[in-house]
């Protein structure tokens, strides 16, 4: 029964998708990359989410923690954090409130600028990834256990290339006023954020 009504289902989708082949030129090749790529988020938001549970930690504040143990001295700014997780101010200031409750942060004050407040990895923090990371790098290597290291270097040019694409639409998106100037994609250029956060995002 189970398997008559997926069959069913997946007919179904593609009448569907054929007729809007036909009425909006769309390209099934990039709606099932695009759909395949955000099942692969979700489902990797969910693992990492798992792994972080134990450890009392999302994975925003993962990646806050992870993102400051990579900048200099050890230490952001609230706006540098909040550029570079893609996320509101008010939402870093509220997880950097929990992850200062613990111990794992600290704020300390511009030495140039009193207006300015720095966030700052404690030992503590730095303590809590050195007990977590192992684990999370040897689950990274399980995740891409099925590609081989030719692959691994193909889907990161790929992975870059889609990047580009969602560079472009976000920087359209953000000079359109119908579109509200909303931003989208990642708060920097360059290197990407997996390589800084170690294939944690900041969505939660």
Same mark, same amino acid.
């Given at each position: 029964?189970? =398997?008559? =009504?997926?069959?069913?289902?997946?007919?179904?989708?593609? &009448?569907?998708?054929? !007729? @809007?082949?036909?009425?909006?030129?769309? @390209?099934?090749?990039?709606?099932?990359?695009?759909?395949?790529?955000?099942? =692969?988020?979700?489902?990797?938001?969910?693992?990492?989410?798992?792994?972080?549970? *134990? $450890?009392?930690? %999302?994975?925003?504040?993962? !990646?806050?923690?992870?993102?400051?143990?990579?900048?200099? @001295?050890?230490?952001? %700014?609230?706006?540098?954090?909040?550029?570079?997780?893609?996320?509101? *101010?008010?939402?870093?200031?509220?997880?950097?409130?929990?992850?200062?409750?613990?111990?794992?942060?600290?704020?300390?004050? %511009?030495?140039? @600028?009193?207006?300015? &407040?720095?966030? /700052?990895? &404690?030992?503590?923090?730095?303590?809590?990834?050195?007990?977590?990371?192992?684990? $999370?790098?040897?689950?990274?290597?399980?995740?891409?256990? $099925?590609?081989?290291?030719?692959?691994?270097?193909?889907?990161?040019?790929?992975?870059?290339?889609?990047?580009?694409?969602?560079?472009?639409?976000?920087? !359209? =998106?953000?000079?359109? *006023?119908?579109?509200?100037? /909303?931003?989208?994609?990642?708060? /920097?250029?360059?290197?990407?954020?997996?390589?800084?956060?170690?294939?944690?995002? !900041?969505?939660?």
């Amino acid at each position: 029964m189970a =398997s008559s =009504s997926r069959s069913a289902r997946g007919a179904q989708t593609r &009448t569907v998708l054929a !007729a @809007d082949v036909a009425t909006f030129g769309l @390209d099934p090749a990039a709606e099932l990359a695009v759909v395949e790529l955000l099942r =692969s988020a979700r489902d990797l938001e969910a693992v990492f989410a798992a792994e972080l549970a *134990p $450890h009392g930690l %999302s994975l925003s504040r993962f !990646a806050i923690l992870m993102e400051l143990r990579t900048a200099r @001295d050890r230490q952001l %700014s609230l706006t540098a954090l909040g550029d570079r997780l893609v996320v509101v *101010p008010s939402n870093v200031t509220k997880q950097v409130d929990a992850l200062e409750a613990r111990g794992l942060v600290t704020r300390v004050p %511009s030495a140039v @600028d009193r207006r300015m &407040t720095f966030v /700052r990895l &404690t030992e503590e923090g730095a303590a809590l990834l050195e007990r977590i990371l192992p684990a $999370h790098y040897a689950g990274q290597s399980r995740l891409l256990a $099925h590609l081989s290291a030719a692959e691994r270097a193909a889907l990161i040019g790929l992975l870059q290339a889609v990047q580009r694409g969602v560079d472009e639409v976000a920087a !359209a =998106s953000a000079s359109d *006023p119908a579109g509200g100037g /909303r931003r989208i994609g990642r708060g /920097r250029a360059g290197a990407a954020d997996g390589a800084v956060t170690a294939g944690v995002g !900041a969505s939660s």
